[in-house]
């Protein structure tokens, strides 16, 4: 008798559980394998106890599969992701093909206006934001002091291409395994490409005229190729061709680079004494810009929330790509893991607060780095595209990829700085015009 | 009389295989080895073989972050589940194709294998229409199908040489005896094949286990198999390599204890038939 009681209570309970399940919607979160937003999954219980009624599924794939499944899957209204991690390469264009949903309204504690203005504004299409960010970057000099110290030399406050030079030949010492300067050289637009756009950025150059013409048959780009060219064959690190960020960020590390320029966000991984060898020994300075000018290259990166228009769920995704980019967020990550951690470069109020500068020394190179950065105007001449390290076209993924793999048989030897010049204008020449620019 | 070899051959030829094995073997030994290295250890430009500091705490990190046996099963279902489909419509197409050939049936062999010289991603976003207008965008039944067809050529291929080898007399002999085409198949054809069944199963079961295209394509979250937990921990900005070998380890654990256990079968299968 017992028993079934027993039995009918469980099942009763067991239908009020499926009951109160069936009330949850549930939302799936395409994302990159970045540490913050491994973060983010670690710290999802924050947000459960917050929104009982929103079950979230994480899909977590390595970017270029990523980029490769989100764009089927958005073209096709396949609908099976309700918050995508995309790049600020993507966002402009993917926002003209109408493919995601503007983002207003997101709450009264949400603060739009602590968004880093370079940051939000590469988002906005329209005068609107269609996706929000959880991470930024731009790109700095990294540097060993005791190196510099030992070369006799210091480092000026915007250092230039020139000085650049100098300190990489001064502070090499290959007999003892340090190499003056490491570079990206892997072939691909965001690998070699994305510090080569920067670098002519930073010449004087451009991609494109107004016409849409490829301007590697002009000065900056010869300068550009050829200022890389020698840095890296006579103070890189041997087959450089083949070193992405995380190939350098392992060289330096380990003590093998005196100055490295890269991502922001190698700063907090190459102070971090648990990682890095050097961890008491690096500098921080604006990227190199060429003599007398002040364009840094205008590198900046972004990785953002975004909900493509196709989904059913808007509102469960809505509350959570606020919930994951708000100042709330960023105080929980302060809370349960330690302020170093909070995802870095989206928010002013971060900059402001004494307690992260107190324990990320490279906070406000990274915030002038971010600062400095014109997407809008990322050339020192008129040109028709935005976009820093990258030119936010749909065809930039296949040209800046074909191009990079010129530059780094360049760099590998099997081709002269010039024979690379001339592949690059003639294939960037092709596509452009098989693509149909100048469109109007 | 046998030829006689001489001790000295032998042994070059026994070396020779064994440093063969070791290459090809290598990058998993590589891969297995790197599961145990701390992350800074991993990218180590002069790295140790075996004398670094053994840790478990990327197989802690992968099994907190991930979950490796929803993903596993999802593996099973998906592999098991194609092999299987595409064996029950295979057996048929190859006895028909071995044992009554037609005037068309190399051309139809041919045009089958042609369909695996066309590049996967050139059909990508059909095959993704189609299932998404069916419903079974990340369903493990989406999977099955697309494996089943992915590789059922080379199930029948395999099959079919298979067939091939076995005398049609036997066949003939059992019609005599008043077989039915169904018991024909089933009590003579197959007790015959099990050797070439029994590898071509396995390789199949192989194949599907690594297929990482259609499954990394047409899965989302809840079809995910193995070959997107591995997929989720490559990074490009960030150290990986000590997680991600993790990863790999545990996801290819499985099909190598697999293969060890049935490595007799597979050999046999592979080689049925070559020696007469």
């Avoid at chain 1, 991984?269 to 300075?285: L, N, R, T, Y």
């Avoid at chain 2, 026994?14 to 790197?34: C, E, K, M, Q, Y």
């Avoid at chain 2, 701390?38 to 002069?46: C, D, L, P, Y």
Wanted: hydrophobic share 45%.
């Amino acid at each position: 008798m017992t028993v079934t009681i027993r039995a009918l209570l469980g099942a009763s309970m067991l239908v009020a559980a499926a009951g109160a399940a069936s009330a949850q919607t549930t939302i799936t979160v395409a994302t990159v394998n970045n540490g913050d937003m491994i973060r983010m999954q670690r710290l999802m219980p924050a947000f459960n106890a917050q929104h009982p009624d929103i079950k979230v599924n994480w899909v977590t794939l390595e970017e270029n599969v990523l980029r490769q499944r989100v764009t089927t899957d958005i073209a096709s209204k396949g609908g099976q992701y309700d918050v995508l991690t995309i790049g600020n390469y993507e966002v402009p264009i993917w926002a003209k093909q109408g493919w995601l949903m503007p983002l207003e309204n997101l709450g009264a504690d949400y603060d739009p206006a602590d968004l880093l203005p370079p940051v939000a504004q590469g988002l906005t299409v329209d005068g609107k934001l269609h996706a929000v960010p959880f991470y930024a970057e731009s790109s700095m000099l990294m540097y060993r002091t005791d190196l510099l110290e030992k070369a006799g030399l210091k480092m000026p406050e915007n250092p230039d291409w020139e000085f650049i030079t100098e300190a990489a030949q001064k502070m090499t010492d290959k007999g003892v395994g340090i190499y003056g300067i490491c570079l990206r050289g892997k072939a691909g637009w965001g690998e070699n490409m994305a510090f080569l756009t920067s670098m002519n950025n930073s010449m004087g150059g451009a991609w494109f005229d107004m016409e849409w013409k490829p301007q590697f048959n002009g000065p900056e780009w010869k300068k550009t190729l050829d200022t890389y060219l020698n840095l890296m064959k006579q103070y890189g690190p041997p087959g450089a061709s083949s070193n992405g960020f995380n190939e350098n960020l392992a060289l330096f590390q380990t003590g093998k680079c005196g100055m490295w320029i890269d991502a922001t966000v190698a700063a907090s991984f190459i102070s971090d004494p648990k990682e890095s060898q050097v961890a008491d020994k690096v500098g921080f300075a604006p990227a190199p810009v060429r003599k007398g000018g002040s364009n840094h290259g205008n590198w900046l990166w972004s990785w953002n929330l975004a909900i493509p228009a196709t989904t059913s769920k808007a509102d469960a995704a809505k509350t959570f790509v606020a919930w994951a980019t708000s100042p709330a967020y960023m105080k929980l990550v302060a809370e349960k893991d330690s302020i170093a951690n909070v995802p870095p470069g989206t928010r002013t109020s971060l900059y402001k607060n004494p307690e992260y500068l107190k324990v990320a020394p490279f906070a406000q190179m990274t915030l002038k780095a971010i600062e400095a950065a014109n997407t809008q105007k990322p050339s020192d001449k008129p040109v028709p595209y935005t976009g820093g390290q990258f030119v936010a076209i749909p065809e930039f993924q296949a040209i800046g990829t074909a191009v990079g793999q010129q530059f780094s048989a360049a760099l590998a030897g099997t081709a002269s700085a010039d024979q690379a010049l001339a592949a690059a204008q003639a294939l960037t020449t092709r596509e452009m015009t098989r693509a149909g620019y100048p469109k109007k | 009389m046998a030829r006689e070899v001489s001790k000295g051959r032998k042994a070059a030829v026994t070396l020779l295989a064994w440093g063969v094995a070791l290459l090809i073997f290598f990058p998993i030994l590589w891969t297995f080895l790197t599961s145990f290295k701390t992350e800074g250890e991993a990218i180590n430009s002069h790295p140790s073989f075996l004398f670094f500091d053994w840790t478990l705490e990327n197989y802690e990190t992968v099994n907190q972050r991930s979950d490796y046996l929803a993903h596993f099963w999802n593996s099973v279902v998906i592999s098991l589940g194609s092999t299987l489909l595409g064996l029950i419509i295979a057996v048929p197409a190859a006895w028909s194709m071995a044992f009554v050939p037609g005037k068309r049936t190399k051309d139809l062999l041919m045009w089958m294998l042609s369909t695996k010289m066309l590049p996967a991603v050139g059909v990508l976003v059909p095959l993704y229409l189609l299932a998404r207008d069916t419903g079974l965008l990340d369903t493990k039944t989406g999977l099955v199908i697309v494996l089943t067809m992915v590789n059922l050529p080379i199930i029948v291929w395999m099959l079919y040489t298979y067939f091939k080898e076995i005398p049609g007399e036997i066949l003939e002999a059992a019609r005599m005896d008043g077989a039915t085409l169904s018991s024909e198949i089933l009590y003579v054809l197959t007790p015959m094949a099990v050797p070439g069944i029994a590898s071509t199963l396995l390789l199949n079961v192989i194949l599907a286990w690594n297929e990482s295209f259609w499954t990394l394509n047409l899965t989302a979250a809840s079809a995910a198999p193995l070959t997107a937990f591995i997929a989720s921990y490559s990074s490009p900005e960030g150290l990986f390599y000590a997680k991600l070998s993790a990863a790999s380890t545990m996801a290819i654990a499985p099909i190598m204890i697999l293969g060890w256990f049935s490595q007799k079968q597979l050999v046999r299968g592979l080689t049925f038939g070559a020696v007469k």
